[in-house]
């Protein structure tokens, strides 16, 4: 199954046929301080001697560190590339994360050991061995522990992110898209269960951002069961799945026939929804209305990709972003009888994670509280630099909504709205959770549906692998020139 290519003290070297192969290696202990710079050992002395870690100095006690592993990977990337990495792990780290039947309930996918009966200054690795799939290791403890190579490649730094990322990347977008939309045939859902299909749309609303689903049945009743395939209904003050009128069942501007700039919904959730359908079964002119020659009832659907939109923004006025990526607003919902909702705490337009990636576009600004007084000469200038980009006429993607052809976006990232339309339009749809998009996505396009703990939702969410995308958000720009005089 493999053949062992050398071996020395404390080293082993394993190598099988296929894109993976592991190496590991044990280190001898060592002191924790000879690994700090000096400034770092006095912090590092001081922090310890507080907490009551170490002994003073004059006891001369130090810490030693836990053995540690080191693996090797080799891995193809998708074109066809091979490359090795190293990963040094802490032996505690591979004996708690032990993947065999003992440790981790197979049918849960939940721990089963106490991770705090185990002794790290005991916990000594024995010996490994590779298997045509898994890594085994013995310990000192008795135990024997199963790592399927295919978990810690998600620790290695480009297994998961960028290999896996390459053909998953999201791609911004403008009005060109509307010459080749994604889009997924609605009979493909029920091929083989339609996992194949599910697999196709998720994958395309997480590259896009959004995704037609055409040739659907004029029913709500198979849009709500094709919805949920996704992820259960998000209920809100609006009910659950949604089947509406311009009636103003609701106080708010979507049930009414006006236009709508470009937005994003539920803006006042601490959450907002992650994904968001529209399928409109039915527009026609109301009673008695006539039209004249050449007219139309109008109600064209708007999508802007809120990303590149940002991505415009940073690069064209870098203090306009920082400025909406900074100053917090509330937001809120209160047009109904009983209903006064605003999110835990106040938020940015462009919400960042670690790194530079964009994580969120949260913007209506007919739900937009009051900006504080302090900042409101810097947000206003940069919110009209925003809206101006928003409004762009090469940002705008235009369509019309027709009977049996649903968009499902995700509301994180798309922005949406409407021209101003006359007759009745009978729209249906509904609010999917975000965290429940992911699932689906994950355990229909990766592996097993690996989690791992660091996977989607770590380095990638919604955001960008490192390519030229990733560079655009992530990297400072060497210049901000900002557009008006700071206060």
């Not at 721990?111 to 298997?131: G, H, I, Y």
């Not at 395309?204 to 055409?214: A, L, N, Q």
């Not at 998000?234 to 949604?242: E, I, K, L, S």
């Not at 209305?289 to 708007?302: F, I, Q, T, V």
């Amino acid at each position: 199954m493999f053949s062992r290519l050398a071996q020395c003290s404390g080293t082993r070297l394993f190598s099988r046929p296929g894109p993976l192969s592991a190496a590991v290696s044990g280190k001898k202990t060592y002191s924790l301080g000879s690994m700090l710079s000096q400034e770092a050992k006095r912090r590092q002395r001081e922090a310890q001697s507080e907490m009551g870690i170490i002994e003073k100095p004059a006891h001369k006690t130090t810490i030693q560190r836990t053995e540690t592993s080191q693996i090797r990977m080799e891995r193809r990337a998708l074109d066809g590339k091979s490359t090795t990495e190293y990963r040094t792990f802490p032996n505690m780290w591979l004996r708690d994360n032990c993947q065999c039947s003992q440790c981790v309930n197979q049918d849960t996918k939940q721990r089963n050991v106490d991770t705090f009966k185990l002794r790290e200054e005991d916990l000594k690795a024995v010996d490994f061995k590779e298997t045509e799939d898994k890594l085994h290791i013995n310990w000192s403890d008795g135990h024997e522990s199963q790592h399927p190579l295919s978990y810690l490649s998600c620790w290695f730094k480009g297994a998961y992110a960028e290999e896996f990322g390459k053909d998953h990347m999201i791609r911004l977008w403008d009005s060109s898209i509307e010459t080749h939309p994604p889009s997924v045939p609605y009979n493909q859902f029920f091929v083989d269960h339609g996992w194949e299909a599910i697999g196709e749309l998720t994958k395309k609303i997480r590259i896009h951002g959004f995704c037609f689903v055409t040739d659907a049945p004029v029913y709500p009743e198979s849009t709500e069961d094709l919805l949920k395939r996704l992820g259960p209904i998000r209920n809100t003050h609006y009910g659950g799945f949604y089947d509406f009128t311009p009636d103003l069942a609701m106080a708010d501007t979507a049930y009414t026939n006006l236009a709508l700039p470009a937005h994003t919904d539920t803006t006042y959730f601490t959450e907002p929804a992650g994904l968001q359908a529209f399928h409109c079964l039915s527009h026609e002119p109301a009673p008695g209305e006539a039209l004249e020659e050449g007219e139309s009832l109008g109600g064209k659907s708007l999508l802007v990709d809120g990303f590149k939109a940002a991505v415009t923004l940073r690069k064209e006025n870098p203090w306009a972003f920082k400025t909406l990526a900074q100053v917090e607003l509330p937001w809120h919902a209160s047009g109904n009888v009983g209903i006064s909702i605003s999110p835990d705490k106040v938020y940015p337009v462009i919400e960042q994670e670690g790194g530079g990636h964009l994580k969120r576009i949260r913007w209506n600004n007919d739900d937009r509280g009051a900006v504080n007084p302090y900042d409101a000469k810097n947000w206003y200038a940069a919110a009209r630099v925003w809206n101006e980009i928003l409004r762009r006429k090469e940002n705008e993607y235009w369509f019309k909504l027709e009977p049996g052809k649903i968009v499902i976006f995700n509301n994180w990232r798309v922005l949406h709205g409407r021209s101003a339309f006359k007759g009745i339009r009978r729209i249906c749809g509904a609010y999917i959770p975000y965290d429940d998009f992911v699932s689906c996505y994950r355990v229909t396009n990766t592996p097993g549906g690996r989690v791992a703990g660091r996977s989607y939702n770590n380095r990638t969410r919604m955001g960008f692998g490192r390519g030229k995308n990733y560079k655009e958000i992530t990297e400072a720009p060497k210049q901000e020139a900002p557009a008006i005089e700071k206060s």
